[in-house]
C-alpha cells in the first residue's frame, strides 16, 4: 500500500507562485509514473502533470504549459509541482497521485493511476 500527502497549497494572488509537495511512503517510487491532478468546484477532475519514473519525460495539460514544472526526487520519494504565473482560473484541489506499473512507457490515463493523496487546496485571488 502507498500513502500520498500533499502540501504546499494556499492562498496566492495572480501572478504568484506555489509549489506543491507530495511524499509518498509505504513503497519506493522510483519505478512509476506520477501525475497531478486538479478539481475545481462544480467540474470534473483534469490532468495537469505527469513524470515518468527517472524524471526523463513530463506531460502537461495545455492549459499549464508554460507556467508549471513537474519534478521528482526518487531518493526522498517525493514529487514536486512548481506553478508559476498562477490563474484565478487555477483555483482547484490538487492531488497527486502514482501509476503502480512498472516502466510504464506512456503517461497513464487517469483509471490507470492506483493510489491517491488527499489533495491540497490552491486559492488564486485575482
Known amino acids: 500500500q502507498v500513502q500520498l500527502v500533499e502540501s504546499g497549497g494556499g492562498l496566492v494572488q495572480a501572478g504568484g507562485s506555489l509549489r506543491l509537495s507530495c511524499a509518498a511512503s509505504?513503497?519506493?517510487?522510483?519505478?512509476?509514473?506520477m501525475g497531478w491532478f486538479r478539481q475545481a468546484p462544480g467540474k470534473e477532475r483534469e490532468f495537469v502533470a505527469a513524470?515518468?519514473?527517472?524524471?526523463?519525460?513530463?506531460y502537461y495539460a495545455d492549459s499549464v504549459k508554460g507556467r508549471f514544472t513537474i519534478s521528482r526526487d526518487n531518493a526522498k520519494n517525493t514529487v514536486y509541482l512548481q506553478m508559476n504565473s498562477l490563474k484565478p482560473e487555477d483555483t482547484a484541489v490538487y492531488y497527486c497521485a502514482v501509476d503502480k506499473t512498472r516502466y510504464r512507457g506512456r503517461p497513464p490515463t487517469s483509471n490507470e493511476y492506483d493510489y491517491w493523496g488527499q489533495g491540497t487546496q490552491v486559492t488564486v485571488s485575482s
Open positions: 509505504g513503497r519506493t517510487l522510483s519505478y512509476y509514473f
Open positions: 513524470i515518468n519514473w527517472s524524471g526523463g519525460s513530463t
